[in-house]
């Protein structure tokens, strides 16, 4: 299997260092409001990944994490923690949002069919395990104290500006990281925060430092040694995490460990609409349930998300949503010939795993299914045939094609009665039977191995 690791910049041979064994991270939601369309195409990517290192023989451990805490809205060490300013606004306690927008989350990972990590720890639920970092982190000599909290001086990591090819000279105060004149250095960031004087914060938990709250990118890093050791064989995240999230993780693990976070780190692209980046700072978010009310199904999103490699800039409009809903339809109707006479010929199933397993291809492999129905629907296939081709895509796209149903017996009656009358050439009646399927949402299709039922949408 092949990826594009970002730390060497090229498409390299994965290999883990236990294998089959494979640890993998990938950054979570942040769970202050509801996922968009923006948040879901990354997360699927994600999905879609687990699911090539299984098809590939591979035994992965999957933790995905839950920010409910310490995500400041600059993304990095300023402003107000973001599940406090949505409390604030919605009129509830940081943890109600955070339980809220966590269940919200599991949810759209069900309708989805997202494979289930097998941890999805949280921020809160790890607060020892931070301060235990940040203390050893301490106790090396790469922390100092200021007047809002504990921070991590970059400038004894030499290494700092690697992973991002960052210009630290170039960057400004207060440009990437909010201005505190008592800090060392512009790119050092907070490991630990002081709750305000004269203020109770909803969440906030003693420390050796006082009374405060974690920073958003030592989660991450207290997370990966717990659940998977000092070394992970991927880190995967959005492109924007690059400059900020990973580089800091970077320079808290291997500062403490002093053996590399991750072997391969594998980054998805932005997602755009109407050529600007989906983001909830700009209000341009669609949820699902914004798509369920236009009629489309989790499954169109998630078919949609695969048309486009991960890496590149993939786009969003509702023309190429409806594009997608149609191809899954006939996805669908071919899954349904399961319920309907087969004949006796046989196709191998489609080969998606060679590009999917080359750096996640999933358009080349989307290409193959196609190129694989234009044959398939030439035939009229035994059962087992086409049980093994929908159990194969659903593992590989999850797109649920199993779950496709039969129709009720009553609709069949249908189908055989004006099979019947076409035979005795009642054509008024045929057409009439005809009509009372389309109503029912079924279209017949006369071939010459007899009557193929199929849905309309």
């Known amino acids: 299997m092949k990826l594009y690791n970002t730390l060497t910049r090229q498409i390299d041979e994965f290999k883990p260092q236990n294998p089959p064994e494979v640890k993998i991270y990938t950054c979570g939601p942040t ?59 919605e009129g509830k306690t940081a943890w109600e949002i955070a339980n ?8 759209g990972l069900k309708k989805l069919n997202f494979i289930t990590p097998n941890y999805m720890p949280k921020a809160t639920a790890n607060i020892p395990e931070q301060i235990s970092f940040i203390q050893k982190l301490e106790a090396k000599g790469y922390t100092y104290q200021i007047n809002d909290g504990i921070y991590y001086d970059t400038s004894k990591f030499p290494r700092y500006r690697d992973f991002a090819n960052l210009e630290l000279d170039e960057i400004q105060p207060g440009a990437r990281v909010e201005y505190n004149p008592q800090k060392r250095n512009a790119s050092d960031f907070a490991l630990w925060k002081f709750s305000p004087k004269n203020v109770k914060r909803d969440m906030e938990w003693e420390s050796p430092w006082g009374k405060g709250f974690p920073g958003w990118h030592i989660e991450c890093s207290a997370m990966c040694l717990k659940y998977l050791g000092p070394t992970l064989d991927i880190h995967s995240g959005g492109i924007d995490h690059i400059p ?87 996805y669908k109707n071919f899954a349904v010939r399961r319920f309907q006479p087969t004949g006796s010929d046989q196709l191998m199933p489609p080969k998606m795993i060679s590009y999917l397993a080359n750096d996640l291809n999933t358009p080349k492999a989307l290409a193959e299914l196609e190129a694989w129905l234009d044959l398939a629907e030439s035939k009229t296939l035994q059962l087992g045939s086409i049980e093994n081709a929908i159990s194969l895509i659903d593992q590989l796209l999850g797109l649920n094609l199993a779950g496709v149903k039969d129709i009720p017996g009553t609709t069949k009656d249908l189908i055989a009665k004006r099979e019947q009358a076409r035979k005795q050439q009642k054509w008024d009646l045929a057409d009439a039977l005809r009509n009372d399927l389309q109503n029912a949402g079924i279209v017949v299709l006369d071939t010459p191995n007899g009557p193929i039922w199929q849905y309309l949408n």
């Not at 369309?37 to 994490?65: C, H, Q, S």
């Open 100 to 107: 809220l927008y966590t269940k919200y989350f599991e949810n």
């Open 31 to 89: 769970v202050y409001d509801y996922m968009h369309i923006g948040n879901w195409f990354t997360f699927i990517r994600y999905d879609l990944l687990m699911r090539t290192l299984l098809a590939e023989g591979f035994k992965p451990t999957w933790v995905m994490n839950i920010t409910d805490v310490g995500h400041l809205t600059s993304d990095a060490d300023s402003g107000e923690d973001k599940l406090a300013a949505k409390a604030k606004r």
């Open 244 to 330: 900020v999230h990973h580089t800091n993780e970077i320079a808290q693990s291997e500062a403490l460990t002093e053996q590399p976070l991750a072997r391969f780190w594998v980054h998805t692209n932005h997602i755009l609409m109407n050529n600007v980046k989906i983001s909830k700072s700009l209000g341009n978010t669609i949820t699902l349930e914004d798509l369920a009310d236009k009629g489309y199904s989790p499954e169109a999103l998630r078919l949609l998300v695969l048309e486009s490699h991960y890496r590149s800039q993939s786009k969003f409009s509702w023309n190429s949503l409806a594009s997608a809903q149609a191809r899954l339809l006939r």
